[in-house]
């Protein structure tokens, strides 16, 4: 029977989360809030309407979340040109490797399609990658495991054939909600809780031996 790896695709694929972290501190920057980008990084795989909401809450800023929504944007037009730079490692490799091997690949993100279509076009992945879902796919983001059930289902594989490939704690409580098996690929930069990952791995090609014990 086949196997399926659904892989996460920033901070996982592309290393994108202190990018991500530089461009909110430029949005609350552009409304009078000089907040550190490092003071982000707790709230790296959240959705960003999310982050706007939460941040705002928990430091009890004067601010709608609607107003940071452009200034985000544009930071992310400046500093995101090119996402071929920021792909990790060992990450079209190990897609390569997997794809030959018959081995399903899908790619559950957070993001949104154009954002999806543009790394795709910088790096040269998306051709390794059976399914393809997107936070506009499903009613809600991860945490919800919405994206995770429509891969399944689109997938037409049981969860227990399935390695889930994730790097935050919203996306392993995501992975986790639809019954998969999840890999928490480590980074020390960020406070992540990986406890709740049955496996913790600190590079990509730790996914094989994994893969082994769902032969």
């Known amino acids: 029977m086949k196997t399926a790896v659904l892989f996460d695709m920033d901070g996982v694929l592309i290393d994108t989360e202190t990018v991500y972290a530089r461009c909110l501190s430029m949005a609350f920057q552009e409304k009078g809030y000089s907040i550190p980008a490092s003071d982000f990084y707790c709230f790296a795989g959240m959705e960003f309407q999310t982050k706007f909401e939460t941040i705002i809450r928990a430091r009890g800023l004067t601010l709608a979340a609607e107003e940071l929504a452009e200034p985000y944007r544009a930071a992310q037009r400046k500093l995101l040109l090119d996402f071929g730079p920021l792909l990790k490692k060992h990450t079209a490799a190990v897609l390569k490797q997997l794809h030959e091997s018959g081995c399903l690949l ?24 059976d399914r393809v879902i997107t936070g506009e796919h499903v009613p809600r983001r991860k945490p919800d495991p919405g994206i995770y059930l429509l891969a399944l289902e689109t997938l037409k594989i049981p969860a227990d054939r399935c390695l889930a490939v994730e790097d935050s704690i919203y996306g392993i409580q995501a992975a986790k909600g639809a019954g998969l098996r999840v890999a928490a690929l480590r980074d020390d930069r960020f406070p992540y809780r990986e406890g709740s990952a049955d496996y913790v791995i600190t590079e990509l090609p730790q996914v094989f031996q994994i893969l082994e014990e769902l032969k």
């Open 106 to 129: 899908a790619l559950c993100s957070n993001s949104n399609q154009e954002r999806i279509d543009k790394v795709f076009d910088d790096t040269g992945i998306g051709g390794y990658f």
